[in-house]
């Protein structure tokens, strides 16, 4: 039996025990690239913005109209590129979970193909997120606000950019796709659930700090205020 993508957003082991039957994975990639590239266009205005926003106090209004058309056009080329990046976090992810899982010498470790397409439903999680956090408002690039519902809700933000990030990043659709993640590792790992937990933590730490550091470099590069 195959398994549909959307089955994996409310019933995740059901979903990974037709994925561990089945592993197809064009159907979920294809989904995963559309929602990356839907969430890319809506949140690039924002992005624009902050971009703008952060220049430092010598550029004038010519180098931001420059800065506004280059970033314009670089829209369709990271459109275009959505499936090249998308199957190189599926690749990234998918390679560093089956390390992890080799170092629990316990766990019945899957075919890594079957991982992958696991880890491709998780990403059209992301993609999803993405599109519901713009949908409420909850955009966060370049703003005080404190993102979807989570602990940035409950503490006063830091001003350091790194550490924002990090308290913005524990949320309510973060612990949606770790949760769905731990339960699909789970029942490839054939019941290792605290294992199961701690290896899709320990990836979400890891996305999440290579993510910041991708960020970084691109400030670096445009020389922006942070």
């Given at each position: ?181 731990a339960v699909g590792l789970r029942v490839l790992f054939r019941g290792a659930t605290l294992r199961s937990c701690l290896i899709a933590v320990v990836a979400w730490i890891?996305?999440v700090l290579a993510n910041l550091w991708l960020i970084r470099l691109m400030h670096d590069a445009l020389h922006l205020r942070v």
């Amino acid at each position: 039996m195959i398994s549909s993508p959307s089955l994996y957003f409310w019933r995740p082991a059901e979903a990974t025990r037709r994925i561990r039957e089945r592993p197809l994975l064009w159907p979920a990639f294809s989904l995963s690239s559309i929602a990356g590239i839907l969430a890319l266009v809506l949140r690039w205005p924002a992005v624009l913005d902050a971009v703008i926003r952060h220049l430092p106090s010598t550029a004038g209004v010519e180098d931001q109209e420059w800065i506004r058309s280059v970033l314009f056009q670089d829209l369709f080329l990271r459109c275009t590129l959505v499936p090249l990046t998308t199957g190189i976090k599926v690749a990234g992810l998918s390679s560093l979970l089956f390390l992890l899982a080799r170092f629990s010498p316990s766990l019945q470790l899957p075919r890594f193909r079957v991982l992958a397409v696991l880890v491709t439903h998780v990403m059209l999680l992301q993609a999803t997120g993405e599109i519901l956090t713009h949908l409420a408002g909850w955009d966060t690039f370049g703003t005080s606000s404190p993102g979807p519902p989570g602990v940035a809700w409950l503490v006063s933000l830091p001003h350091n950019y790194i550490s924002v990030s990090l308290i913005r990043s524990l949320n309510v659709l973060t612990l949606w796709y770790c949760t769905a993640l731990a339960v699909g590792l789970r029942v490839l790992f054939r019941g290792a659930t605290l294992r199961s937990c701690l290896i899709a933590v320990v990836a979400w730490i890891v996305a999440v700090l290579a993510n910041l550091w991708l960020i970084r470099l691109m400030h670096d590069a445009l020389h922006l205020r942070v």
